[in-house]
């Protein structure tokens, strides 16, 4: 994943003005309250990189929310969005942090707070808290358990990717969505992989809610 920050700029408030911008990981852009459409939206930069931006809305749903930098651009000229959160700075865009927000994306897609998280794996909140703000001190010995809580591989964690040699035969149409997911950055491929997941089994539970029950025998 891209870490690098990328420079454009724009008209400024109709004043004629042109200010130079910067979209970094970790931003979060507020609309302005007078905007036609998403007036006061906040939007936090959670991926970036090869021309695409990867943000969510805060105080909305956990999904990512994937565009091209031109059409965030172009949200935040319409709506004059202002910058209230710097970017993360590289000098901190560390293995440590990122594996923390790893863990924090993880445990919110879950529904988990962070005490929830530290009662399942069986450590204090402050450790979870430490962790997700790149302090990965003593993650090690309790990476197997964290990830089985996070319903992910151990590796999934680590580096964002899991790599296994696999031999299939594919349809055309599997190759095509082979080769979009492999386009994916990891979180976002965490996404798309859950969200199959979870329309596997909600199809599995509506084909068991339409079988007919079955009549007791008589005697």
């Known amino acids: 994943m891209s870490h690098g920050v990328t420079r454009y700029c724009y008209q400024a408030g109709g004043l004629g003005m042109k200010t130079t911008i910067q979209l970094g990981l970790g931003q979060k852009w507020t609309a302005s309250a007078t905007a036609e459409q998403g007036a006061g939206e906040v939007r936090e930069i959670m991926t970036l990189g090869a021309g695409r931006v990867g943000f969510r809305v805060e105080n909305q ?30 000098a ?30 069986g450590i204090s909140r402050s450790a979870v808290a430490f962790w997700e703000t790149g302090r990965s001190g003593h993650v090690g010995k309790h990476l197997g358990s964290l990830a089985q809580v996070l319903g992910v591989e151990p590796e999934v964690l680590l580096t964002g990717m899991a790599y296994k040699a696999i031999q299939a035969t594919l349809t055309p149409d599997e190759n095509t969505m082979l080769t979009l997911y492999r386009q994916l950055d990891p979180l976002i491929k965490l996404q798309a992989q859950k969200w199959i997941e979870r329309r596997v089994r909600n199809k599995t539970g509506e084909e068991q809610d339409a079988k007919p029950a079955t009549q007791p025998k008589r005697a």
Not at 69 to 86: G, H, M, N, P, S
Request: proline letters at 3%.
């Open 92 to 121: 901190q865009l560390s293995p440590g942090l990122e594996l923390g927000r790893r863990i924090r994306l993880l445990r919110e897609m879950a529904g988990l707070s962070q005490q929830q998280l530290a009662d399942k794996v």
């Open 61 to 90: 749903s956990l999904a990512l929310t994937q565009v091209s930098e031109a059409a965030y651009r172009a949200w935040i000229r319409e709506t004059e969005a202002v910058l209230t959160r710097d970017a993360i700075p590289a």
